[in-house]
Nanobody, 125 residues
Framework: QVQLEESGGGSVQAGGSLTLSCVVS????????LGWFRQAPGKEREGVSS????????FYTAPVKGRFTISRDNTKNTVYLQMDSLKPEDTATYYC??????????????????WGQGTQVTVSS
């Protein structure tokens, strides 16, 4: 049973753009905070961006502020990550995750219970 499925990864040159999509099972999508995380080889998984279940609150890690935009379409049970002005340091496997977070850090991986399989993003200089 697929609960979160990412797509949209690929290879681009620095300065380019990609849009990641994640289709979420309906029972997870509702009332869940949705987040995008990334993990580069040899590094820990880090929070990139998240969006509250209402869509009214969004969060970004400092290195991507002003370049990435998270959004969710409740009619399609889908969360998106628009990534512009990509840099080589953005190269990583990107994961979508869902969690019911009330008081925790929305960019902390430990707050999320459900994860997708990941999609690779490679940015060349």
């Amino acid at each position: 049973q697929v609960q979160l499925e990412e797509s949209g990864g690929g290879s681009v040159q620095a300065g380019g753009s990609l849009t990641l999509s994640c289709v979420v099972s309906e029972y997870l999508f509702k009332y869940a905070c949705l987040g995008w995380f990334r993990q580069a080889p040899g590094k820990e998984r880090e929070g990139v961006s998240s969006i509250s279940w209402s869509g009214n609150n969004t969060f970004y890690t400092a290195p991507v502020k002003g370049r990435f935009t998270i959004s969710r379409d409740n009619t399609k049970n889908t969360v998106y990550l628009q990534m512009d002005s990509l840099k080589p340091e953005d190269t990583a496997t990107y994961y979508c995750a869902a969690g019911r977070i009330r008081f925790g850090d929305p960019l902390e991986p430990k707050e999320y219970n459900f994860w997708g399989q990941g999609t690779q993003v490679t940015v060349s200089s």
